[in-house]
């Protein structure tokens, strides 16, 4: 298990100094670029590694001295996944965290969704459940077809 969950630690590095980047250099519309390719079973990994990235001895005002917190680019670098959302009729807040209890029309709106907002980490999720669902509808049909002797 500590080694599943250092594996995901280290695979939330390279986000990790995107966000960072994002955040200090790019601006609210990258952040939300680099925030919904993370699938939200691994935001809290996320969390971990940035905050490991972290100078504990510095204060959290001299941390923050160069930030001017706006309402504004708060909101936007939330909006950008809820935008894409809202184009599909998909309301965030009753997804369930596993990909697996989503129902059937969700995950092939997040299929559609896909041809064009692959870096949105619900839309990522949903694909990668209906591409895990197809395989098992074909492994079924290829069994029913050995049964069968077709």
Request: proline fraction near 5%; glycine fraction near 8%.
């Amino acid at each position: 298990m500590d080694d599943v969950r250092g594996d995901l630690a280290e695979a939330m590095v390279p986000l990790a100094a995107a966000l960072i980047g994002a955040v200090h250099d790019e601006g609210a519309e990258q952040v939300a670029r680099v925030l919904s390719v993370v699938a939200p079973e691994n935001l809290p990994a996320l969390c971990v590694v940035l905050a490991a990235m972290v100078d504990p001895d510095m204060s959290p005002g001299d941390l923050l001295a160069w930030v001017t917190f706006g309402e504004d680019s708060i909101n936007r670098a939330v909006s950008y996944s809820e935008q894409i959302a809202g184009r599909y009729g998909v309301d965030l807040s009753k997804i369930p965290a596993d990909p697996r209890r989503w129902e059937t029309a969700l995950v092939r709106t997040c299929h559609a969704a896909a041809v064009h907002y692959r870096d949105v980490g619900w839309v990522l999720s949903g694909e990668r459940e209906y591409q895990r669902r197809r395989m098992a509808r074909k492994r079924g049909t290829q069994n029913a077809n050995e049964v069968s002797g077709k």
